[in-house]
């Protein structure tokens, strides 16, 4: 039976957004959380940007050992040979690829002004797709860029070609929001028959309807034959009005009526990590949790008037769909609010000690040299955020201080 794989894009559509930005650290901490809930993959980067490359280097030596793990890391390239032969160079081992290239007339005439046409685009992602793979590349996907706006018959030629050339999946782009869910269904379905490739969902949420696309166009994968891949960002962050929410998506492929009987997810995602990745994800890129955000706003489970109220006192599900605990919601939280020792770029030995000392599991250093080296390292990772290190954060530069080391240099490379 064919499934829905989760490929979270945050650590690459979420960063390209306009105004927002993550910290190498903070795009680790992702990767982390991701691998934690079960994710299949996060497209980690840009490996031809060279600010990635010492992040990407390092998030896939955790990848080596087991801390990364079974999450694929993937980056995301032009599909054009030339970023193929950078990406090698800079990224050596990268196992996973997905190559975009703009399938529409719309782009290909709008964005090469006549220096590309149609065959041209199929020519310049077959070959970035051989190179790819002769690079030793475990799984490529072929991205098609503009997908909604693509006349399908040249969309299944895309793909057919892609799959002649081994691509291991290819990546439907609602790059617009475009799509609505009957239409997203019908070009999925066709592309899955026709292609027989498994096929990625990338839809964006310029018209409100990302999460249902995402559902829908897997739907359509699923009953053409495929496994279907949907692409998500932790809080829907992403270019413009984002992409389809991470959480959003898995409460509606599992909650909603009578989804599930038929599309199931594949893996074994940890819905109870959906709180702490949804707060990470919107402390680290500065951007609050809208209060009626599906899961994890404050108020998805918050009940005033006075028949919902006395209704969900009486039974819960009188009001409410699932239950919060299902989000790893209702942990009590503790806010310091008298005293407090912040660790930050100016940070001394006496009050990082304190802090790591008082942590939920408390770190304590063999000796003082040890504890000075740590203490470098979380202000090096405070310059590069601008903002206090979380408890998970302070652990993970504890407990590799060499990995630390390499998210943390940041030295224009040649
Ligand atoms: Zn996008």
């Known amino acids: 039976m064919h499934k829905i794989y989760l490929v979270d894009v945050t650590n690459r559509d979420g960063v390209q957004t306009a105004k927002l930005g993550l910290s190498k650290l903070e795009k680790t901490m992702i990767n982390i959380y991701l691998n934690e809930m079960g994710v299949f993959q996060s497209e980690a980067g840009f490996p031809t940007t060279r600010h990635e490359t010492n992040y990407l280097l390092a998030s896939l030596e955790l990848a080596e050992m087991g801390v990364l793990k079974p999450i694929h890391l993937s980056g995301w390239i032009r599909a054009i040979p030339e970023d193929v032969e950078i990406t ?4 050596p081992n990268i196992k996973h690829l997905n190559l975009s290239i703009s399938t529409s007339d719309q782009m290909i005439t709008g964005k090469f002004q006549g220096r590309k046409k149609r065959h041209d685009i199929i020519k310049d992602m077959t070959e970035a797709l051989d190179a790819s793979l002769a690079h030793g590349a475990e799984s490529v996907a072929a991205n098609a860029e503009d997908a909604s706006r693509t006349d399908i018959n040249y969309l299944i030629e895309f793909g057919l070609a ?29 592309l899955a028959e026709k292609v027989a490739l498994p096929i990625e969902l990338h839809c964006h949420n310029d018209l409100g309807m990302a999460v249902a696309n995402s559902i829908a166009g897997a739907m359509g994968v699923i009953d053409g034959g495929q496994d279907a891949y949907i692409n998500t960002t932790i809080n829907g962050i992403g270019e413009r009005a984002g992409n389809a929410d991470l959480i959003a998506v898995i409460l509606a492929i599992t909650k909603s009526k009578g989804f599930n009987e038929k599309y199931k997810l594949g893996g074994d995602i940890k819905l109870k990590c959906g709180s702490k990745i949804a707060k990470f994800a919107s402390y680290a890129f500065g951007v609050p949790i809208p209060i009626n955000q599906p899961g994890v706003g404050a108020n998805a489970f918050a009940h005033a008037s006075g028949i919902h ?29 008298g005293r407090q020792i912040c660790t930050g770029e100016y940070s001394g030995i006496s009050g990082f000690s304190h802090v790591m000392g008082n942590l939920k599991v408390p770190v304590e250093f063999p000796n003082r040299d040890k ?15 601008q903002r206090p290190l979380v408890e998970d954060q302070l652990v993970f530069i504890a407990r590799y201080p060499e990995i630390a080391r390499k998210l943390l240099t940041l030295t224009p490379l040649a």
């Open 309 to 337: 109220a006395d209704g969900v006192l009486k039974d819960p599900e009188n009001y409410e769909l699932y239950n919060y605990k299902e989000l790893g919601r209702g942990e009590p939280e503790f806010v310091e609010t």
């Open 88 to 91: 090698y160079r800079y990224v």
């Open 162 to 190: 892609a799959k002649e050339h081994s691509a291991t999946r290819m990546r439907y782009c609602d790059t617009l929001g475009y799509d609505n869910p009957f239409t997203i269904y019908e070009n999925a379905r066709k």
């Open 371 to 385: 504890a000075n080296e740590i203490l470098e390292l979380a202000r090096y990772a405070n310059v590069e955020s």
